[in-house]
């Protein structure tokens, strides 16, 4: 993926009413606008906005079935889309895990540093 899509793909994630979205259909399968409607506590032109922010990340897509409008979940894309999410994860699990073996190294060069001092002060007491 490249940044940008990257950056789309997380900006579309990050709002609870399209997860929400999302989630009704990776449940239900393929359904109608006028259905997601009835199931979420936004109106439907907030549902109509967040299906296009969705489509347009590739997450989910449409199609026609006479005067309706079905939408699905695209199982490639949402699974790229994890393993996205897992890749970034385990790079931020190495970094916490350099930064945790820095600041250990700090804590035990500090309590040498102290012991020595203590030591050097009853010596020369």
């Known amino acids: 993926m490249t940044a940008q899509a990257d950056d789309d793909l997380w900006s579309a994630v990050a709002d609870p009413s399209r997860r929400r979205v999302l989630d009704l259909l990776i449940n239900n ?3 109608s606008a006028s259905w ?3 199931q979420v506590p936004f109106s439907r032109q907030a549902v109509s906005k967040h299906l296009v922010v969705l489509e347009e990340t590739g997450l989910i897509s449409r199609r026609k079935q006479g005067r309706e409008v079905l939408y ?3 199982a490639d894309r949402l699974d790229q889309a994890a393993r996205a999410m897992a890749d970034l994860a385990a790079q931020w699990d190495r970094r916490l895990a350099a930064i945790k073996r820095l600041a250990e190294a700090a804590h035990a060069e500090d309590r ?3 012991q020595h001092n203590d030591q050097s002060s009853d010596r020369n007491a």
């Open 72 to 74: 699905q979940v695209e």
């Open 29 to 31: 399968g393929e359904v």
């Open 112 to 114: 040498k540093r102290k």
């Open 36 to 38: 997601l409607g009835r």
